[in-house]
């Protein structure tokens, strides 16, 4: 099989086309037959070697994780309820870059026949996000909800989801051509992050009193502005740090003294601690998109062996929604 491994930190361009053999699946395993794996921007900055989360094994060489999805190819021992044939998601730290992916068995779902695979992605990792972040984020209706990134895979399905839970949402982009992206998936306001006065824009769009809620991927400078636009009993939410890389700010106490609230997101956490609002959200979610009432938009789809090409576009900046590689070679 086809499998894109890198054997050293560094730009795109490490990302090589290797044959190897198919793997078994373990106790506990499932081997996925897989049609389509996400790219995320966490996923460039672990080849970058950048990535600030603690999970991530910085051994090489390595494959790449995401959102995988396929059919069971093989079952390993001790699984139960699951066959091969069947249509399933996984998210998976490392391995995803391949034509077969083994992940856990306890992290596999169902997936709708009639769901394209590439837009079925959004359900294992980067819809539950969404669903998770504004969980923990206690959105409410009327609530002032402030979405960075609202162009990217998790961002675009946070607006949308926002908007379902009768929020009135501000979307931040980082182009014009963005900004109409996220104004076509309902938010209210729309800001280019890219003007230096962003936050002040924000403030005028929504008044003084500011914001109720934060979504933050971004890090760095913006996790600063943001927590000055919070309200009085306002709540930010850290799940990602594509501006910042490493450079995560230190908040101090004294910073939230006019009632703040700063929380981080680990979708293992939540799944494993919120199990029913988690389950709730893949139910959502895989009606909603089966439906067309979410959008999970897919910027480009590209064979496997692009990988490389998938990554320098989304360091460029320039796509919407999410990027998908196709495996399958020449089953």
């Known amino acids: 099989m086809r499998t894109v491994r890198f054997h050293e930190f560094g730009p795109p361009e490490v990302l090589t086309v290797e044959e190897t053999p198919v793997p078994r699946p373990g106790p506990g395993q499932v081997l996925i037959a897989a049609e389509a794996v996400s ?3 966490a996923q460039t900055q672990m080849r970058r070697d950048i990535f600030p989360a603690p999970m991530w094994d910085r051994k090489l060489p390595s494959v790449l994780g995401g959102d995988v999805v396929g059919r069971i190819e093989a079952v390993g021992p001790d699984v139960r309820g699951m066959r091969p044939g069947d ?11 391949a034509d077969y992916v083994v992940v856990d068995a306890d992290t596999v779902l169902p997936v709708p026949e009639g769901l394209d695979a590439a837009a079925a992605t959004a359900l294992p990792s980067s819809g539950p ?9 206690m959105v409410k209706p009327g609530d002032v909800v402030l979405v960075h990134a609202a162009s990217g895979g998790i961002g675009h399905i946070s607006v949308q989801m926002a908007k379902t839970a009768g929020a009135v949402v501000v979307g931040t982009a980082g182009s014009s051509g ?9 938010a209210d306001h729309v800001v280019d992050y890219s003007s230096d006065d962003w936050p002040a824009q924000v403030r005028a769009a929504v008044g003084e009193r500011g914001v109720d809620l934060v979504l933050d ?5 913006v996790l600063r502005a943001g927590l000055d636009l919070l309200a009085p009993m306002g709540r930010l939410v850290f799940y990602g740090s594509a501006g910042g890389g490493r450079e995560v700010p230190s908040i101090s106490v004294m910073e939230l003294i006019r009632l703040k609230y700063v929380t981080a997101f680990a979708l293992s956490t939540w799944r494993a601690n919120r ?9 959502d979610l895989a009606d909603g998109l089966t439906t067309g009432r979410y959008q999970h ?21 320039a796509h919407t929604g999410r990027i998908v590689l196709i495996p399958g070679g020449d089953r």
């Open 39 to 41: 790219v995320g921007f």
């Open 87 to 97: 249509r399933v998601g996984a998210f998976t730290l490392y391995g995803a870059y």
């Open 129 to 137: 996000i969404a669903a998770g972040t504004l969980d923990v984020g």
């Open 178 to 186: 963005k900004c109409e992206f996220v104004r076509g998936l309902g």
């Open 217 to 221: 991927s971004v890090g760095g400078s």
């Open 275 to 283: 199990r029913e609002q988690y389950e709730a959200s893949l139910v």
């Open 297 to 317: 938009a897919v910027y480009q789809k590209l064979d496997l062996t692009d990988a490389a090409k998938a990554h320098a576009l989304i360091e460029a900046r």
